[in-house]
Nanobody, 127 residues
């Protein structure tokens, strides 16, 4: 079992920044691949970014490249999502996810490949 707890969401104006955190517990942090997904009202959950268990491989959705940055701190068992230049289209509930199995390539972008999910944190960007 892996428990994931997100934090850091909130309301920000367009062009602003937020940093989301996802604290993991229940399994050795270096043994899980991590990802962030988001879901806007009336839309399907979509992939945002994923990072391998080693931290060496990172995959971003095209829509967030250059604006969002993922990092993981093994000492704190935490993954961070630094979000800059936020736009109203970034408004969504952001979910942290963990996979026990090692994922490669396109698999990282598929929500059903992840085993555990956090409760989500709301990000609202006003225009």
């Amino acid at each position: 079992q892996v428990q994931l707890v997100e934090s850091g969401g909130g309301l920000v104006q367009a062009g602003g920044s937020l940093r989301l955190s996802c604290a993991a517990a229940g399994r050795t942090f270096s043994s899980i691949d991590m990802g962030w997904f988001r879901q806007a009202p009336g839309k399907e959950r979509e992939f945002v970014v994923a990072v391998s268990r080693s931290g060496d491989t990172i995959s971003y959705a095209e829509s967030v490249k250059g604006r969002l940055t993922i990092s993981r701190d093994a000492g704190k068992n935490t993954v961070y999502l630094q979000m800059n230049s936020l736009q109203p289209d970034d408004t969504a509930v952001y979910y942290c996810a963990a996979s026990i199995a090692t994922m490669t390539g396109p698999a990282r972008r598929l929500a059903y490949r992840y085993d555990y999910w956090g409760q989500g944190t709301q990000v609202t960007v006003s225009s």
